[in-house]
């Protein structure tokens, strides 16, 4: 018996999954070459779906539905909405370029991208191992085959392959370490394990090396060195539009699941994760910045650069629990919050404007391929400018209070060797920003290959501006944003 | 709005305004508005003249919000003595810079303008921040436009160094922002300026975050061996950003001194002040006598820049009022006279193309009036009595004397130097016989460069005949801060 509470709870995941399916009728009978009707309907849907999220999440009520196996709360309606909203913006800026390299012969970059969303939705409110993997296998087997929609290019089918090799290894190596627990602990769902860890009575030695597959399961998922070899070939040989969708949302719900599993179900176990996390991080920092300098690619350099930024978000997890005191948790891991999301932004900015100067026949890949962006339009090299500056943590903008807030954390937690890292971390964020200046420096110093004006759609223009405004507005403003993630984290660590 | 965030958003709202009007088929309309951008931004700053307690310590036209609450960071501003003239010298130099751009500049001039209005509203913001970590966005905000400035309309080695002066700077700066939050955390969860310096801070404690002080703001002063970035960022950068670079960012470094260093650990600072008066010293006599040997002239004034700003920094380690007081009037006069000195090597520039001193000589011929004013600019760079040169120089070296006589001694001696390399430049440049075809050519300055010139020429004569309004006002804060750091901050 399927009570009330338990559909409330997933109303969004409902309206979402049914819209799916219908769209996936409905488009057999568009014919036109862009998909606008498909199009219509999936923004609507989309918009619908964050709307509902936004408000449960301001309603800030905390539900377990269907016994437990999945929970909505504050947290994770807050990443679910901004995940849909990523999905929205990444369809916005995906489809012109989409349209032109014979990707809408078929609905399927919709659809796919709709069932990838909902795979995070259930990612992100699981509240059981297997429901979070469930969650997972749906986004990445929806991602596999976006990566291959254009099945005649070598270069994305090879990437298809490597990302769907590399991703089921890690699926296995999450399944093997849940599987771990709950051989240790006798149950799935994610209170009874974090409760059987906290007597203390069950063998720590099942438990962390359940918890060393996990670690590595999800490191492979937020990529982060050493399990980050799938992001460089995976970027750059999807199809632009694509690698938005992998790079972008997913990265939300990779938090959400970290998130669940980490703290919600092992917090007792802190020690032994945050050390993992930051061997990851030392690593991710110091691989991602040095091998991004060394890129001509631009989806290659972001995909390094995703992989040091990952790193920054791990810092911020491992600084939650200090000598078995959780007093700063809610700090650090909002700290990780606030800048996952608004990493999500500013990478939604920098491809929007690649996916932007890729033409029919022609991707805008290379670096050398924004130069003299500035004199073709002041206005798109100045919303790449301001997302490549934010990623390098400059103020006044958004990705400034991203590190100011885990170095924060870092700092906070009084530990001397978490000092040295947050040097470590900064001096690293020096040689990250070489790299962002780099494309700065192409876009606004070098003199342009092609005087062809930048022609972009309504809807590409309007959402373009809004999003680098938005990286401006956060950095003068970024109060509002901390204290939504302070107040959301606060809440899933009271119950 | 009080009148503080009026002097720094103004300037920001003509600079947005600036960038969003488009293309360089409307020059004309961009140089008005930017002009009168500028001027608006200087006129908002001239009530706080009229207004200011020269009485007083404390800061005046206070205003405290809260900005974000989590982290307790304020949107906290105030001014006083020690601040108070940079706000005023920032907005003056703004104008200046506009009109230095009015005709040199041809492409991307809304960029250019915006680039410049914006910089002059985020150093404003700078020397009037209160809460540390808004101290640290202006601080570190203020490389976006000066590296775009460098990048986009320097010479031909621009893009070295547009990185170098980013990658450099930042390379400091980020060591400050951890020592930021550091105090944060020891001051339990305080930006504020005033709690940071009633915080009793242990002797290691303290060393630590001198020294990461040290690193962002020794690397802006320049000091030496730090300095190096400057001259070769000085000769590509655009004459404008040369200027502004000289007249007020390198202030910020140095007022972040008397700001952060000596008032939160005043301890460490008295310990290390050999070391930096040191380094001070190293600056003023080796880096003078390396200006002397300089065959480019914006080489040459960037060297005299780092040397006249070791001045700045020994006044500020001797711990006296002389000293002090005489460190923040050199801080001002050198604004208007490097300022000046790059402007004219612009003017120069502008005609012949070339800052090699040997493309030049015999200028006076040819442009007299224009002579006239480069040598007032050149006296006033030695530190001749009656410019503003001479003020902060004659008290820091005063001061220095009360201090020790050998550091007084060995300081006054680097003054001959200094006037050897301007005077030399001077001679080789402008006096004698015509050098060359293009100094044959060259017309006088028109009446845009003469305005220019002469607000920088009243302003230099003004500050050295009679230097009281600028010294009147930094007495009371000077005073107040000199009685901070002499109070231990040992934890009993």
Sequence with gaps: MIDKISLIAVYPEIILFAMTCLIALFDLGVKTTLRGATYALTMMTLAVVAILEAMYASGGQTTYAFGNMVVSDSMGN??????????????????????????????????????????????????????IYMGLELLTLSSYALVALRRDHVVATEAAIKYFVLGALASGFLL??????????????????????????????????????????????????????????????????VTLMIGGAPKLAAFGMTMR??????????????????????????????????????????????????????????????????????????????????????????????????????????????????????????????????????????????????????????????????????????????????????????????????????????????????????????????????????????? | ??????????????????????????????????????????????????????????????????????????????????????????????????????????SRVNQYMGAFLILSGLMIGVFCALDGMLFYVFFEATLIPMYLIIGIWGGPNKIYAAFKFFLYTLAGSLLLLVALIYLYTQSGGSFDLAVWYS???????????????????????????????????????????????????????????????????????????????????????????????????????????VAHMGFVTLGFFIFNDLGVSGGIVQMIAHGFVSGAMFLSIGVLYDRVHSRAIADYGGVVNTMPKFAAFALLFSMANCGLPGTAGFVGEWMVILGAVKFNFWIGFTAASALIFGAAYTLWMFKRVYLGAIGNDHVRDLTDINAREFLMMALLAAAVLYMGIYPKPFTDVMDASVAQLLKQIAVSKLPL
Aim: some cysteine.
């Design chain 2, 199 to 305: 915080l009793p801070l242990s002797s290691n404690v303290q060393t630590f975050i001198f020294f990461a002080f040290f690193a962002a703001f020794a690397v802006k002063v320049p000091m030496w061996p730090v300095h190096t970035w400057l001259p070769d960022v000085h000769v590509e950068a655009p004459t404008g950003g040369s200027a502004v670079l000289a007249a007020i960012m390198l202030k910020l470094g140095a007022y972040g001194f008397l700001r952060f260093s000596l008032p939160i650990a005043p301890d460490a600072a008295h310990e290390w002040a050999h070391f930096m008066i040191g380094l001070s010293l190293v600056a003023v006599v080796y880096v003078g006598l390396v200006a002397m040997v300089q065959q480019d002239m914006k080489k040459l004034v960037a060297y005299s820049s």
């Design chain 1, 176 to 241: 093997y370490g849940m599987s771990m627990l709950y051989g240790a602990t006798g149950s799935l769902d994610i209170t009874s394990v974090f409760k059987a860890i906290a007597t203390g009575h069950v063998t720590h030695q099942v438990l962390v090396f359940g918890v060393v597959f996990i670690v590595a399961g999800l490191a492979f998922k937020l990529g982060v060195v050493p399990f980050h070899m799938w992001i460089p070939d995976v970027y750059q040989g999807a199809p632009t539009a």
């Design chain 2, 1 to 106: 709005m009080g009148l503080l965030s009026l002097s720094i958003w103004t300037p920001i709202a003509f600079g947005i305004v600036l960038l969003a009007l488009g293309r360089d088929d409307q020059a004309k309309t961009v140089r008005w508005v930017a002009l009168i951008g500028a001027l608006v931004s200087l006129l908002v700053t001239l009530p706080l003249y009229g207004q200011f307690n020269n009485q007083s310590a404390a800061m005046q036209f206070v205003e405290n919000a809260p900005w974000i609450e989590r982290f307790n960071i304020n949107y906290h501003l105030g001014l006083d003595g020690i601040s108070f003239w940079f706000v005023l010298l920032t907005a003056f130099i703004n104008v200046i810079v506009v009109i230095a751009g009015w005709e040199v500049i041809t």
């Design chain 1, 261 to 495: 599993l980490l703290v919600e179900g092992m917090l007792p176990l802190a020690i032994d994760w945050q050390q993992m996390l930051m061997v990851l991080a030392i690593g991710s920092l110091l691989l991602g910045n040095l091998a991004a300098v060394m890129q001509t690619n631009v989806k290659r350099m972001l995909a390094f650069s995703t992989i040091s930024q990952m790193g920054f978000v791990l810092l911020g997890l491992i600084a939650g629990v200090v000598n078995g005191n959780t007093l700063s948790a809610a700090n650090a891991y909002s700290s990780s919050m606030f800048y996952v999301i608004t990493y999500v932004l500013t990478t939604l900015a920098s491809f929007g404007v690649i996916l932007l100067l890729s033409r029919e026949g022609f991707e805008s890949e290379e670096i050398a391929d924004f130069a003299g962006l500035n004199q073709r339009s002041p206005l798109y090299a100045g919303i790449m400018a301001v997302s490549m500056f934010s990623l390098a943590g400059i103020p006044p903008l958004a990705g400034f209070y991203a590190k100011l807030a885990v170095l924060q954390a870092l700092v906070a937690s009084g530990n001397p060797a978490y000092l040295y890292l947050a040097v470590f971390a900064v001096m690293m964020s020096l040689i990250g920003a070489f790299y962002y200046l780099r494309v700065i420096k192409v876009m606004y110093f070098d003199a342009p290959i092609t005087a062809s004006n930048v022609v972009a759609g309504a809807d590409v223009r309007v959402v373009l501006c809004l999003n680098g405004a938005l990286i401006i507005v956060l950095g003068l403003l970024p109060a509002g944003l901390m204290a939504l993630c302070a107040q959301a984290v606060l809440q899933m660590l009271g119950t």
């Design chain 1, 78 to 131: 807050w990443l679910k909405c901004f995940a849909t909203v990523a999905v929205m913006v990444t369809l916005v800026y995906g489809r012109p370029y989409a349209g032109q390299r014979d990707m809408l012969r078929g609905g399927e970059l919709f659809t796919l991208s709709l069932f990838a969303l909902l795979g995070m939705f259930v990612m992100i409110s699981g509240n059981n191992f297997l429901v």
